[in-house]
């Protein structure tokens, strides 16, 4: 059982520490409490330290001895702690370095080996003892050293261990810390300094392959499984639900008239893909008039990726359809060297009645374009998550980028296209992605085979896009723009449609209109100026 409240799903380990006494072998095998009474150590006083203090030599020389006496007599009578001895040869099938830092003597280390029967001292890549002259734990000095002898960064280098002095080191050391749980009641307090906490050497097995790369090939079953158990769907119209085998989906649509299909990948980096692949997909379906109902996704993993990584964008996937009232119906998983980030291509289906389906050739001269919340949302959230560096280099304000970070949550144009939709002035609509507000239009008029004249000085520019694009030499109107919906209606609704928009606390204004002719008809201050084509999206100079 797992009892740390969340995982992390950056984590990645590539090297492991083990504590000895109580962590490798069973606890119990030493009783500090008679160790206290006859060294004439304090209640409270670690022993070590306790005869660190002593100032008589000889004394002290003599503490050590009776201590050592103590570790050697329950050493001989230890055993392994059970599964310790799995976990081991686990992780080196796994080509993880494995190694010891213990306050033991090290020879009470090679007497309790002697009780293990699959490994051996050999097995580690070094063994720590209280004897080499390195500081004992707490002290994180000695996982610095460990770090530096596996060639790995301290974040990467998991400290396992059954008291608090194991975590204090890790800690301090800035290494992820995993506490073999052996209290029967509650925790003690220092509990909380664990990343991971497991109760028996097979869950935290489970625990540390959460954050060990995964191999290529298809996402292992047992983990896919444990998130597809958590997946329930109440849809009486999906007839096959997704599940380990299944390779397809059915969606029985007998009541529906017309169903809606949209296939798209997200190829740019981001934190925020999962949610992100849900809802670049049902935005297209909205502009159609249909709803989003269901989602597939194919998503392909970069070699390196730790499955508790991996299991955070699925979990994404899942909870932003169950906010959007979309059932995750399928898709496939796999870790392969042909990408090397994370890639999801999502194919979402929605229905509508035949009646309400909106179509772009339904646009006619004296329509008002309108344009909702601002050009570049989504570029401008994309270039503050992946970017934030090269802006502050520019000069750009942490307090505008922290901003624009939180306008990734602004993407999904579903509530305005819904109150479009359900408008009778609305003839279509069209939502702003790859190659920004320029190309959205340029498409737009394309197919609604009608000329847009646009007023450049009406279309809406969020502050921090324009610091950004000042301040990267890239062009707002090219840039990507999931989050803005153009809206194409009759004259004398636009302004109902844009106060019923407004009301939900969106953003929206008039910008043109549609006229006779092809193309785009730009103009600025009433004069007429040429309107910008892109080959490639603007965020592409930054990659």
């Known amino acids: 059982m797992t009892t740390q409240a969340e995982w992390h799903s950056e984590l990645q380990i590539e090297a492991v520490v083990f504590d000895f006494d109580g962590t490798l072998t069973a606890p119990g095998s030493l009783d500090f409490h008679q160790i206290r009474n006859a060294l004439g150590c304090p ?59 213990s306050r033991n003597s090290r020879q009470a280390i090679m007497t309790a080996f002697t009780n293990f029967k699959n490994i051996s001292p050999l097995d580690f890549q070094f063994i720590v003892s209280r004897e080499d ?38 800690r301090a050391a800035g290494c992820p810390t995993a506490l073999l749980a052996r209290f029967e009641n509650d925790p003690p307090q220092w509990a909380v300094l664990a990343d991971m ?25 047992d983990l896919l499984k444990q998130y597809l158990d958590k997946v ?74 730790t499955p508790a990584n991996a299991l955070s964008v699925l979990e994404a996937l899942h909870n932003v359809c169950a906010r959007e009232k979309i ?23 929605g229905t509508v009645t035949a009646d309400k389906l909106l179509d772009k050739r339904n646009i ?28 502050i280099q520019q000069g750009v304000m942490e307090t505008t980028i922290n901003r624009a970070v939180q306008l990734l949550s602004d993407i999904s ?18 939502d702003v992605t790859e190659g ?55 004259k004398d609704t636009a302004r109902q449609i844009c106060d019923a928009i407004r009301q939900q606390g969106i953003n929206v204004a008039v910008i043109g209109e549609v006229i006779q002719g092809e193309g785009i008809r730009a103009h600025r201050s009433g004069r007429p100026v040429q309107w910008l084509s892109f080959e490639a999206d603007e965020i592409t100079k930054l990659f």
């Open 133 to 170: 002259n390195l500081p004992h734990k707490p002290n994180p000095d000695t996982l610095w050293w460990a770090a530096n002898k596996m060639a790995i960064a301290p974040k990467n280098l998991l400290m396992v261990g059954d008291y608090k002095f194991d975590l204090e080191a890790g």
């Open 197 to 221: 906490t497991a109760t028996s050497s097979m869950d935290l097995m489970e625990q540390i392959r959460l954050h060990l790369p995964l191999p290529a090939g298809k996402f292992p079953n």
């Open 232 to 305: 329930h769907t109440n849809d009486p119209e999906l007839l096959i639900n997704p599940g380990i085998g299944e390779d397809t989906a059915a969606v029985d649509t007998r009541g529906h008239e017309v169903m809606v299909l949209k296939s798209d990948p997200v190829t740019f980096a981001t934190d925020a893909i999962g949610s992100y692949a849900v809802l670049v997909n049902a935005n297209d379906i909205a502009t159609s008039g249909a709803k989003p109902r269901w989602f597939l996704a194919t998503i392909l993993f970069p070699l390196g990726i």
């Open 327 to 349: 059932v995750l119906c399928g898709g496939h998983t796999e870790v392969t060297d042909a990408v090397t980030r994370t890639i999801i291509s999502g194919m979402m289906l």
């Open 436 to 490: 920004g507000l320029a190309t959205a239009l340029a498409e737009f008029a394309t197919a609604g085979k009608q000329a847009i004249s646009v007023d450049l000085d009406k279309i809406p520019i969020l502050p921090e896009t324009a610091v950004f694009c000042r301040a990267l030499k890239i062009e707002p109107l090219g840039l990507i723009g999931s989050g803005s919906l153009i809206i194409a209606c009759r």
């Open 413 to 430: 144009i579903l509530t305005e296209a819904q109150i479009a939709a359900q408008h009778p002035g609305t003839s279509a609509l069209h």
């Open 43 to 101: 209640k409270n006083s670690p022993v070590l330290e306790f005869i660190d203090q002593t100032t008589d030599r000889r004394k002290k020389t003599d503490l050590y001895n009776q201590l050592t006496a103590f570790e050697m007599e329950a050493a001989r009578h230890s055993a392994p702690n059970p599964g310790m001895e799995a976990l081991v040869l686990f992780l080196k099938k796994r080509q993880v370095p494995v190694g010891i830092v």
């Open 364 to 391: 006619q001269p004296g329509d008002q374009i309108l344009v909702t919340k601002g050009v570049s949302v989504e570029g401008t959230a994309l270039i503050a998550r992946e970017f934030a560096g090269r802006l």
